[in-house]
Each structure stands twice: as C-alpha cells, then as structure tokens.
C-alpha cells in the first residue's frame, strides 16, 4: 500500500510540472476573465452551449470508451498506404485568383479577394500534447511552416490540439498580420508570445469588418474546448467569411443543432460549407457530427457546396479512416437534393470560382 501511494504521488507531481510546459498554453488570466464574464455563453464559471450537450452520450462511460480503444476490434483506423497529396507552392499564386488548399483534418488555407486565411493549422505531424500518440498519416504532412506565405487572417475555431498546435502557432509568429478566435483562446497566443494588438478575441455572432463589403463572423458550435484538466473555460467557434465573390462556413468542431439555421437566417445562405465529418462515434455523439447530420447541416445553411473535413489525417475515433468520405458521398447519392461534394487532396490548389467542378474520389485508391 505504501509503494502505491509512494508511486501515486510521484505521478502527480510529475504530471504537474510535466503539464507546465508552454504547448499546453495557458488559462484565462483576470484581464480575460473580466471581458470572459460579460458573454450571456459564459454561465457557471465556464461556457455553454446554445443547446443542452452532455460530455458523453446517456449509456456511456470514460472508462467503458477506453476499454473499447485498447481492447475492442477496429480495423482499418489508418490507411496502410500513403494518402495521396500534391504540393502547391502557395508564395507563386496570384492575388486575383480564389483558391483553397486542404493541408488534411481541419487545416487549410483561403486566398479569397486579396486576403489570405489560414484555419487550424497543424504541421507538427502531432495532434496530441504527449508525442508519438496521435501521429499523422503517411503522405499528409508535405506543408510546413515555412512553405505558408504571410497572413492576413489566422481563423482558431478552438483550442484542442488537432486545431490549435504550439510549434505551428509558434512558427507562424511573425507571418500573421490578425488572429481571429473564441473569447479566451487569445490567453494562449499570449503565452506564445504574440502582441495583444494582433489577436482578435470574439463572442457568438460578434464581426469584424475586414476590408469594405468584407466582414468575418464568428458564429456559434456544439462542441466544448479545453487543453488541460479545465475544461470549457475558452470559447469554441466556427465562423462565416462573408466576401465580395463569395460566402464561406468554417465549421469547426460540432455536434449537430438548430444554430446552423440561426446561422442562415442571420447571415444568409452559403456558397461552401466547411462541416466537421469525421472523429464521431455514438459515445460523442452530441459533440461530432456523424455523416446525415453533415448533409443537414449543409442543408439547413443552404449550401450549395460542401466540404466536410476532420479527416484523413489522425485517429481520433474507432470508425474505419474512409469511411466519413465514403458515407457522406453514399448518403448525399441517395438524397434526393444532393449537394455538390467539394473532395479535394491534400496540397490540391481548387479554384472557388469553378462552381462545376467535379472530384475525383481519391480515398478509394488507398487501402
């Protein structure tokens, strides 16, 4: 009994200082907590979402959900061949031409109207604060930092580590005019040394008018946030950037919920819709869309198309690694308004001006 008290002790402490290390960030500190406060999504000492959303799903448990990692049958989690890419070199695209590149997962640049935006990027080929535990895919991270051109917009929708990396955030320091996040992320860049005049911390349906007849909404999820033992004490977002050529959804991480139509009501309807696709299972069920509440959702914003994302890049649930492209392409066949599916390759350079364009369905290639 000593022995296990001697070892238990000892865990603690080294997990203390172990969690003291810069990529974890930080909290909120009083300056944050005092604008923090004033949010109507800020209740009970954390933030809550627009809709009840429970952790886990009623039946569930954490230690029930590690058993079935570690022990229970799951093939085919990553591919076993190299996931295909082509390297676009962003510094050499015009600045009259709208595009978007996918780095894989939730990672992608936008050059739309003369800015350039980058959302969640992850280059570190690790989506976890442990290394080695949540590894990217073969063939998915041919960007680094230094292959990204200066920023305009860096777009965080929340800070877990498969959206908000330290090594990527650091590296990209000195390249990003204005990050736009949730109320609270900001606490991180802080520590990562970013100056408070380039940070933009928003509420739910807050704006920033970027340029005339160019505006960035932060615009509500169903989801939770958290890079420690806290959790919740910063907000999670997805975001509208409304153009002069175009209205783009970035979604974020998200369960489904009557936001997404509160959303176009007060905005109006989409051109493309980014939507979390992938890393679902029943135990979240509230918190990651599974793939008929992704074309839903794209529905419900009046999208004429869709891009789902959040996959083909880490593990992060027990489903097979095709599988989120592949029920989504199958369900929106069988629906009868389908919407025209945006399926990129990582490092593929896509016009958002070529509305006709048709995607090959290159996961099918890959084992």
Not at 40 to 46: A, E, I, R, V
Not at 287 to 310: G, N, T
């Amino acid at each position: 009994m000593t022995t296990f008290l001697v070892l238990a002790v000892v865990l603690v402490i080294a997990t203390f200082f172990y969690m003291r290390q810069a990529k974890f960030g930080q909290a909120p500190t009083a300056k944050h907590l005092e604008q923090i406060s004033r949010s109507s999504n800020f209740k009970d000492g954390m933030f809550k979402n627009l809709e009840y959303t429970p952790d886990l799903t009623k039946g569930y448990s954490y230690l029930g959900i590690l058993y079935d990692q570690f022990f229970g049958n799951h093939p085919r989690t990553k591919p076993r061949n190299v996931i295909p890419s082509e390297k676009t070199d962003l510094f050499s695209i015009p600045e009259d031409e709208n595009i978007l590149v996918w780095f894989g997962h939730s990672s992608y640049f936008i050059q739309l109207d003369g800015k350039k935006i980058l959302v969640d990027p992850v280059f570190s080929g690790n989506a976890s604060p442990v290394p080695g535990t949540v590894k990217s895919f073969p063939g998915t991270d041919i960007y680094t930092v230094e292959d990204i051109p200066e920023i305009d917009y860096l777009l965080i929708s929340h800070d877990h580590y498969d959206h908000l990396d330290y090594k990527t955030i650091k590296g990209l320091k000195e390249k990003v005019s204005t990050v736009i996040c949730g109320l609270g992320v900001g606490s991180h860049f802080h520590k990562w040394g970013y100056d408070t005049s380039q940070i933009l911390e928003q509420d739910w349906f807050d704006k920033v008018e970027v340029d005339s007849g160019y505006t960035i909404h932060t615009t509500p999820t169903r989801h939770f946030s958290g890079r420690g033992f806290s959790r919740k004490n910063t907000l999670w977002a997805s975001f509208v950037i409304e153009a002069p050529s175009h209205k783009i959804y970035i979604g974020g991480d998200s369960g489904y919920g009557e936001f997404f139509t509160e959303i176009r009501n007060r905005i109006g309807e989409m051109d493309l819709v980014i939507l979390d696709n992938g890393q679902y299972n029943n135990a979240w069920k509230e918190i990651h869309m599974h793939p008929d509440q992704v074309l839903q959702a794209a529905h419900d914003l009046k999208a004429r198309r869709l891009f789902p994302v959040h996959s083909s890049k880490f593990v992060l649930a027990m489903h097979p690694w095709d599988e989120p492209l592949n029920e989504v392409s199958r369900l929106n066949q069988q629906n009868s308004n389908p919407i025209s599916l945006f399926t990129p390759q990582i490092g593929e350079k896509v016009n958002l001006d070529d509305s006709n364009r048709i995607f090959e369905r290159w996961w099918e290639e890959v084992d």
